[in-house]
């Protein structure tokens, strides 16, 4: 069954920043390739999106939460502070779907709310990587980015081994 859910920009709030915590606990516990190894500790996770949300305060990136009621379950980050030759460009990042919920359109929804964020600050290319396994690149193909290239060895898996990393972009009209 579909989840009936909404798409929020995300404020720095205690409730907000352990539901973010969870959810990225439960991501790389899952397997996914979100910068951090398995176990990921509770505090660790915490000081991440604390940091994060500074940078939001900061206007420096955009968090976005899709949300099944009070529930989050899902989140996509969207860079926006670029180096100064790229002030048209932003990049996607840590875009997570709770287990529970994948397959049921969320990651779309928070990927297309990301791409309009992006065209209302004035960006025009999206870029963002993936891993070769296991990562997204079947939804990010489907939502129109385009394949740059792969870099192998990129990265370890959240519970060991090395993974490739599949480079995507997107031009914005």
Not at 43 to 71: C, H, P, Q, Y
Not at 85 to 102: C, F, I, L
Request: hydrophobic share 45%; proline share 5%.
């Amino acid at each position: 069954m579909k989840p009936s859910y909404h798409i929020a920009p995300l404020v720095y709030e205690p409730e907000i920043i352990a539901a973010l915590a969870d959810l990225l606990i439960e991501t790389v516990a899952s397997g996914g390739s979100v910068s951090f190894m398995h176990p990921l500790d509770e505090n660790t996770a915490l000081a991440f999106w604390r940091s994060s949300m500074n940078a939001v305060i900061a206007g420096e990136r955009m968090l976005l939460g899709a949300f099944d009621g009070a529930k989050l379950i899902g989140t996509v980050t969207l860079l926006l502070n670029c180096p100064p030759n790229q002030p048209h460009r932003a990049e996607v990042a840590k875009m997570m779907v709770r287990t529970d919920y994948r397959g049921q359109g969320v990651g779309r929804a928070l990927m297309v709310a990301a791409e309009a964020q992006a065209l209302q600050k004035g960006k025009t290319l999206i870029t963002l990587d993936t891993a070769e396994e296991e990562g997204a690149a079947g939804l990010y193909e489907a939502l129109g980015f385009e394949r740059a290239g792969m870099i192998p060895d990129y990265a370890l898996k959240p519970h060991g081994g090395l993974s490739g990393t599949i480079i995507y972009y997107k031009r914005l009209s």
